[in-house]
């Protein structure tokens, strides 16, 4: 019975031993970092009006994930512009826009189809049977082509062809026609599409410690 005994207790003494010897599970996990690295976005809308005469952009779509679309059949509500099937998609990496038959019968312009496309942060236009004032116009042209239009009565004006430009967050956007009304009094603009990854803000400069005298007193 004294061996039993005795060869119980050591025994327990080791499991205690090997327990204590363990190292200890973590309390808690480490934590997450405090601020993501911000994800890409893409957006596109089909066409829009500013001026006096305003056109919300339609359709618009605008995703941080998967794809997402949408289709216009027709948008003739103002006399200034008209246009059937426009077609619009985006994602995280990519967006793109394409307009047909479009129509600005001021300026005598006309296109069978107008398309753009921005992915992973670069962008294209392509313009199918596009015609201004009985010119034929570039099926590819360069970014930011700039072409001088007559509008009937309102003026010598431009139209810029694929431009693309930064947003405020680092972004490309390209618009495949960008028709600017005489006067700065607003513009047209046709097939437009804005991808990728959105600048970290940058972190604010520590303060620098100005050294002075304490004011004296007495």
Do not use: F, I, W
């Amino acid at each position: 019975m004294r061996h039993t005994h005795l060869a119980k207790r050591l025994a327990t003494t080791g499991l205690l031993a090997a327990g204590l010897a363990a190292p200890a599970a973590p309390a808690l996990a480490s934590a997450p970092a405090l601020a993501a690295t911000p994800g890409g976005e893409g957006s596109a809308y089909g066409l829009t009006v500013t001026g006096p005469v305003a056109v919300p952009p339609v359709p618009a779509v605008a995703s941080r994930t998967g794809t997402v679309s949408k289709s216009l059949l027709r948008e003739n509500r103002t006399g200034l512009v008209s246009a059937s099937a426009l077609d619009v998609k985006a994602s995280a990496a990519r967006a793109s826009s394409t307009v047909a038959r479009l129509a600005v019968p001021k300026a005598k312009l006309l296109a069978s189809a107008v398309s753009a496309k921005c992915t992973a942060g670069r962008g294209s236009a392509h313009l199918a049977h596009a015609v201004l004032a009985g010119r034929r116009l570039d099926a590819s042209p360069p970014p930011n082509t700039t072409v001088p239009v007559d509008v009937d009565g309102l003026g010598r004006t431009s139209l810029v062809l694929n431009k693309q430009q930064r947003t405020a967050d680092g972004r490309l956007a390209v618009t495949a026609m960008e028709l600017n009304l005489p006067g700065g009094k607003g513009a047209v603009r046709v097939a437009s599409a804005t991808c990728g990854r959105a600048k970290a803000p940058a972190e604010a400069p520590a303060p620098t410690p100005v050294e002075h005298d304490l004011p004296v007193t007495g």
